[in-house]
């Protein structure tokens, strides 16, 4: 019996897939014996297709999605265990457990590899159905989306949640982590009152000074200014040629007290440097757009001389991931989540910075490190408020947007990024584009709109009417809505699952494996 496929995640290896659906049912799937095997299609299986496409799946096993009822809930609906709806999955990268995501906003933690199905935990917090499920690089964290418009980063090793972030507007349809790139995300433009920014007068939530002029001056920052162990025991010039003035901000924080303003304004511009310690929540800062790299490369220096060992910085309108050198070199897993189904297989994912993308169309960039966002991406003038799909490019410096009105909507932070810089339009009657995914030589797209699947090459910029058409069709999926693409880390195959995920649209209930030759 078919049914529409609400999820899919693989091992990154390619030894196992899985798929969950709308009958309740994990299915394991063994790809190599699936593509080198001998077992056929039926004749009714094979109408709907090309010709190329002749050999079935082979299905290991299956089991129940069950919704286990809360043993500390004082009134109970029914001790009886029911069966969910698969809407999200996710697995570890050697398949030793896998988490799925339950109607009711419960998420599964299940074993795989031994006593395979075995529910292991119940991580209970959303109210409605999960819908998207994320794992970490380290596979110790997991970021769920819902339908009930919650966002949450989940501790696996405690099953505790670690932080909330801000309400979205819509439920949430897409997670990804971001793919490391040298070039810092632009914050958000916040509006101007009075000259004066609705955060410039906030103080951090670590309850330390955003590290700007206050409208009121503060008397104990004045008087702090001369009792300061840097300077000579003097009223000397505090920039004047004292040999000790260097030591103002290093010793004071080296000696573990706590400065006036423990963020730090580099030559006058309003590059920020974060004060040491553990990456805490921040409220949005007043920050500089225009900071160059010449003032990034400062910061770094001034932070190292100041001996801040902080994992992260934000410098400027940035938000750089910096290594962290603390655990020595140990190996990471590689999550398949962090790759999730189109980045390459060398894992080089950003550890705090992600997408997410909700049903409403608006794309929200977030640092885990603090609740709001960093910025918000809107959709275009006259294009419809809709989007069950968003992924980044494999360099991470461009995020695509699939709309409802079968359109791809492309953002660049070289660019104004809130706004789209270029739309890649298809025929007209080619239906809403459910899925997109980048190709891993970064010059494609592959873009499921509810006609066709489409490769769409980036390369194209319409210079002319009589230009060529930008796209190829790929023959396979044809009339129908799809719930994901998959591309594995080492860009051989390409898999395309078919599925509504519970919102509305018709599908053909088929997953469909490609072969990748390059050309």
């Known amino acids: 019996m078919s049914t ?20 309740g049912y994990i299915r394991k799937f063994d790809w190599y014996a699936s593509i080198n095997g001998k077992v056929p299609l039926t004749v009714a299986q094979k109408h709907p297709f090309v010709d190329s496409v002749t050999r079935a799946g082979v299905l290991l096993s ?35 457990w896998l988490l799925s995501g339950l109607e009711g906003g419960n998420i599964n933690l299940q074993s795989v590899r031994h006593d395979e199905g075995k529910i292991i935990t119940v991580l209970r917090k959303h109210k409605s159905a999960v819908s998207v499920l994320t794992l970490g690089a380290d596979e110790k964290s997991l970021l769920s989306g819902s339908w009930d418009k919650d966002l949450l980063d989940w501790d696996l090793n405690k099953g505790e949640i670690v932080r909330t972030y801000s309400p979205q507007a819509g439920q949430l349809s897409a997670i990804q982590w971001r793919p490391q790139s040298v070039i810092p995300i632009p914050v958000e433009r916040q509006p101007v009152m009075n000259g004066i920014t609705s955060s410039a007068l906030s103080k951090l939530a670590n309850g330390l000074s955003n590290g700007n002029k206050s409208p009121k001056p503060d008397p104990d920052a004045d008087a702090d200014a001369p009792a300061s162990p840097a300077s000579s025991g003097g009223f ?80 400027g309108d940035t938000n750089m991931d910096i290594p962290d050198t603390r655990d020595g070199h140990a ?16 894992a080089d994912v950003s550890s705090n910075v992600f997408l997410a993308a909700s049903i409403d169309g608006i794309v929200r960039i977030f640092d885990r490190r603090q609740e709001r966002p960093i910025t918000r991406l809107l959709p275009g003038r006259g294009i419809p408020p809709w989007s069950t799909s968003a992924c980044w490019s494999i360099d991470g410096n461009h995020v695509y947007v699939g709309r409802r009105n079968g359109t791809v909507e492309e953002y660049s932070i070289h660019k104004d990024f809130q706004n789209s810089c270029r739309t890649l339009k298809f025929p007209a009657g080619s239906g809403s584009v459910s899925c997109v995914a980048p190709m891993v030589n970064g010059t494609h797209l592959v ?73």
């Not at 499921?448 to 060529?468: I, P, T």
Request: net charge negative; hydrophobic share 35%; aromatic share 8%.
């Open 236 to 315: 000397d010039s505090l920039f004047g040629g004292d040999d000790d003035a260097d030591d103002l901000f290093g010793a004071e924080l080296s000696n573990g007290r706590t400065a006036q303003n423990s963020t730090l304004t580099l030559d006058g511009d309003d590059d920020v440097l974060m004060g040491d310690a553990q990456p805490q929540l921040v409220e949005q800062q007043l920050i500089n757009e225009n900071a160059s790299v010449a003032a990034t490369a400062t910061a770094a220096a001034e932070s190292h001389t100041t001996g801040n060992t902080s994992s992260s910085e934000t410098v």
């Open 4 to 23: 529409s496929i609400h999820a899919f995640c693989a091992t990154p290896c390619m030894r196992w897939v899985f798929t969950g659906g709308q009958d």
């Open 62 to 96: 299956y089991w129940e999605n069950e919704e286990i009822p809360d043993k500390h809930n004082l009134s109970p609906e029914s001790d009886d265990i029911k069966i969910s709806p698969v809407y999200s999955l996710a697995t570890h990268s050697q398949a030793l």
């Open 447 to 519: 873009c499921a709109s509810f006609d066709n699947l489409r490769l769409y090459d980036l390369r194209d910029d319409e210079a002319g009417k009589h230009s060529k058409v930008p796209f190829l069709i790929v023959p396979g999926h044809h009339g129908g809505v799809l719930s994901s693409i998959y591309v594995d880390p080492t860009s051989n195959y390409l898999l395309t699952m078919a599925g509504n995920r519970g919102w509305e649209g018709t599908t053909t209930e088929v997953m469909l494996g490609y072969e990748i030759l390059p050309m």
């Open 331 to 346: 190996e990471h897993p590689h999550s398949p989540s962090a790759y999730n189904g189109s980045l390459d297989g060398s």
